[in-house]
């Protein structure tokens, strides 16, 4: 919890990079009771041990810290992305492989998984975006990596993409779920439910033809 | 708890009302820039021009309002089915009506729509589960529906429930989606990648076979 004093055996930047961790882990601490703008800089900085000053020395407010979380959380699941595709056993055992990967990536981020649900459309503008467009990227890539199943090589890009923005939908809900669970049973349940789901979507991927859009057959809905 | 004060015009129960909608408006109208958990007391009760004292009339905290508040945006989302469903073109074009319902519903409704997606995986606790019951209730009701539906009629209960959820989750995904964009055209495309996904999803349905899960292929996963 120390921070501010200077240890010789520790270089000026190490000790500067504890502060900052110290500072994003004291605001995740505080987050399974609160969301985020509801947490002033002065509870972070009371939790880190560190004064406001040197919090200042790190994030201009607690916005700025919470955009940190944000490239912190995609920055782990982009690596476990990477990770699973360079497992061969991916290809062929996609939807129980990346449901698996998704629950050890919760278990071992619980925190940041849990800011990222709540934030995703939390109160604070400029952490909504910054999480969209970490969801798009997400999806884009992933995208790219389903080119490779056969019945999906052919399709046109925005379909493949429409398609990796179901998958994508459907892992962030099973992670949120899983973070709000506090049983192994209510865990199970979850992953049962999301493997059957994710099985019903790809049955239907070698029936689809591009772009069958309802929206063609007849549609008379005025939205506004 | 009583409203003792005299309004000679109005009957003292309707006066009480008129406070009561004032508390909830006003704790709405302070959503958009506010997590549910990051607004006090006072600040509604300034908002809504109403004291403290008669606040605590209606409600015993800030949670007991935001729970009136997912009291009143199922119990529109509820009618709402109830409507759809009596209209004989649901079975006929399910998802573009489905679709519809939902994008009306939510230009009615912005404000609760707003509520529900913050608060489904917010800070406080007794929010999220009353959302997350809500949610449960409405693909239940939903299931029942679906078994109209020949392809789904002979599936086992809970594969139709595990269906519901799907749908269910798409279609909030969508108004939580609806709610953030604040262009037209951010809406159409919102509207036809979801009708796409749905359209996808309900192409699997006559390939489905009770039981099909993946898991009694092998799966070696061990979440823990």
Redesign the interface.
């Given at each position: 919890m120390t921070s501010r004093h200077r240890s010789r055996s520790r270089s000026r930047s190490e000790s500067k990079e504890l502060t900052r961790q110290a500072l994003l882990r004291a605001a995740l601490k505080l987050?399974p009771?609160?969301?985020?703008?509801?947490i002033s800089l002065r509870e972070i900085t009371r939790e880190a041990g560190v004064s406001p000053t040197a919090f200042y020395r790190h994030f201009d407010d607690t916005e700025e810290l919470g955009l940190a979380l944000v490239e912190e959380a995609f920055g782990s699941l982009r690596q476990m992305m990477r990770d699973a595709r360079a497992d061969p056993a991916m290809t062929r055992?996609a939807?129980?492989?990346s449901?698996?990967t998704v629950?050890?990536h919760v278990?071992r981020h619980t925190d940041h998984m849990?800011f990222i649900?709540?934030e995703?459309?939390?109160?604070v503008?400029r952490l909504?975006q910054a999480i969209?467009r970490e969801l798009e990227l997400f999806s884009e890539e992933l995208a790219i990596d389903l080119s490779v199943f056969p019945a999906l090589s052919a399709w046109p890009p925005a379909?493949r993409r429409?398609?990796a923005?179901?998958i994508t939908?459907?892992m962030v809900?099973m992670a949120?779920e899983l973070?709000?669970t506090r049983s192994?049973e209510g865990?199970?349940e979850i992953?049962?439910?999301k493997?059957?789901?994710l099985?019903?979507?790809?049955?239907?991927?070698d029936?689809?033809s591009p772009h069958?859009?309802?929206?063609d057959?007849?549609?008379?809905?005025?939205?506004?």
């Open positions: 987050l009771r609160n969301s985020f703008d509801s055992d939807i129980n492989r449901i698996e629950v050890v278990h849990r649900a709540r995703r459309y939390g109160g503008r909504r969209r379909d429409m398609f923005d179901l939908d459907t809900s949120a973070v709000e192994p865990e199970d992953v049962r439910r493997r059957q789901q099985l019903l979507i790809t049955l239907g991927v029936r689809w069958a859009d309802p929206e057959a007849g549609h008379d809905a005025d939205a506004s």
